[in-house]
């Protein structure tokens, strides 16, 4: 599912690149470089390879497979890996000159540009934005796919060029100070923080640290931006002391929002209508949505408050008819048909509890829609650290709720899950009196979810709802390519 690293054209003199890097010229300064790439088997004659080093690769050792495709210059750390009187800089440390590059590119360019980050929503926010500010009219671009840390978004900011004047950027984190960075890149006009959960704690910690380390993007917006934040977050409010910007609005569903979700309402489709009130001025805007559940609902509602905030509220009615515009990416709640009837929702791109909870309450107002059952199919959550028991015995509660009717936990973790499941299920049924039992909640631990297809195909009927989604290592997608029907979608 990786997404591949766009091309770009970024244009700079050998001069330019020792300037803007900090690092040592060694070469002609008026050597002209157009592009810039980290990928040796994708240079084409004239780029600038730049030689990242990871914990598992070191981009020095392909230097001259570069060069034999026709790189017009090198961006090291490592001088002895460039033959003598080849042109290169020389840095101490290419990913940080990478960035300084894409943040002086970024600058020239000139134009403004959105940043989005969040526990969960950061995409669908990100592909709704894009839409609604393209239907209203705007010159905009895009980052790509899941091209959101310190590699991939600078690249993203490299593609930047005339065709556009505003740029919707995806930014993530793995360690504290990533968001911080890659604001200090972007140099964000308008920010938008999705949601403070549990996600990467083995990178950032608590629940305070993640909230902190996601709202390094509101502070770093200038006292002209425009902050954007779930309303009603303790977690973010205590973040808003720092953040300079002047305006702010509020998405969410209280009373309190800015953008307040009104209503939500889920269609035959797959699809949702949502209604949504802005509060200054005061009116009401309707959308129809290919997504659904309240999670791409509230991604809506923070789309148009970037709109209100890039384009004023004369944009809004466009914004929100192209909202209908996006579909489910690969992996993202996507619906597919599955077997005798069923539907199997397609949600193996990636899972942290707050996304988790999410669907699952998708699912199960899916299958209320069809009169059928839930089946979850759900593998590890991973980089929880110390809080990954817990938030899977949770999970496992969450899990057998009435609507229910079957669990296939898959993965090492995911065996806390099931324990809980099945003690909650047992519980709950020792308290029902006969003329309230619930039917019986069925567990299954899989250490391997591969079997997992094969297991429930004869199992499911019209009607029933399949969940399917896990962290993206685990692999749950195979249980996808299983169930789904050779049709496609429903």
Not at 30 to 56: F, K, N, Q, W
Not at 214 to 233: H, M
Not at 446 to 454: G, I, K, Q
């Amino acid at each position: 599912m990786a997404t591949p690293i766009p091309k770009n054209q970024a244009q700079f003199t050998l001069a330019e690149v020792a300037s803007a890097s900090g690092g040592e010229l060694r070469g002609s300064d008026a050597l002209a470089l157009c592009g810039v790439t980290t990928d040796s088997r994708a240079v084409v004659p004239g780029e600038l390879y730049v030689a990242l080093r990871g914990e598992r690769f070191d981009g020095h050792a392909f230097v001259q497979r570069a060069l034999q495709a026709g790189a017009g210059a090198l961006l090291v750390s490592e001088p002895d890996s460039v033959p003598p009187g080849l042109p290169c800089v020389v840095v101490r440390d290419t990913l940080h000159a990478l960035g300084e590059l894409a943040a002086h590119h970024r600058a020239r360019w000139g134009g403004r540009v959105l940043a989005i980050t969040g526990s969960a929503g950061k995409t669908t926010t990100k592909e709704l934005a894009f839409a609604a500010l393209r239907a209203a009219g705007a010159k905009v671009a895009r980052s790509a796919g899941n091209l959101n840390n310190l590699v991939g978004a600078p690249l993203s900011l490299l593609a930047l060029d005339a065709s556009s004047d505003l740029m919707v950027l995806e930014i993530g984190t793995s360690a504290s100070g990533e968001i911080a960075r890659l604001s200090a890149i972007a140099r964000p006009e308008v920010g938008i923080v999705t949601a403070v959960a549990v996600a990467h704690a083995e990178g950032l910690g608590s629940l305070e640290q993640v909230a902190e380390e996601k709202a390094a993007l509101l502070r770093a917006l200038p006292e002209s931006g425009t902050a954007i934040y779930r309303s009603g977050d303790p977690l973010i409010a205590a973040q808003l002391p720092g953040v300079r910007a002047h305006q702010r609005l509020a998405f969410g569903s209280d009373d309190a929002a800015d953008v307040r979700l009104v209503r939500s309402e889920l269609l035959a489709g797959p699809n949702m209508m949502i209604e949504l009130a802005v509060r200054a001025p005061a009116r009401s805007v309707r959308a129809e949505l290919q997504l659904f559940g309240t999670g791409p609902a509230l991604d809506a509602a923070a789309a148009l408050a970037a709109v209100l905030a890039l384009l004023g509220e004369g944009a809004l009615d466009a914004a929100a008819r192209g909202l209908g515009e996006v579909v489910p990416g690969p992996g993202r709640l996507s619906p597919l048909s599955g077997p005798a009837g069923a539907l199997v929702l397609d949600d193996s791109y990636n899972a942290n509890p707050a996304s988790m909870r999410a669907s699952i309450e998708t699912a199960l107002e899916l299958a209320r829609l069809r009169s059928g059952r839930v089946v979850l199919v759900l593998g590890d959550m991973l980089e929880l650290g110390a809080r990954s028991r817990e938030e899977h015995e949770e999970l496992g509660r969450l899990a057998a709720q009435p609507g229910v009717a079957m669990l296939l936990a898959c993965g090492t973790q995911m065996t806390a899950a099931a324990e809980r499941a099945r003690e909650t299920a047992a519980a709950e049924r020792a308290r029902e009196t006969a003329e309230s039992v619930q039917p019986v909640l069925s567990v299954l631990h899989l250490a391997d979810p591969s079997a997992a297809a094969e297991l429930l195909r004869p199992l499911l009927g019209p009607g029933d709802v399949v969940l399917v989604k896990g962290s993206r290592s685990i692999g749950m997608e195979r249980v996808v390519e299983g169930l789904a029907s050779k049709e496609g979608e429903p």
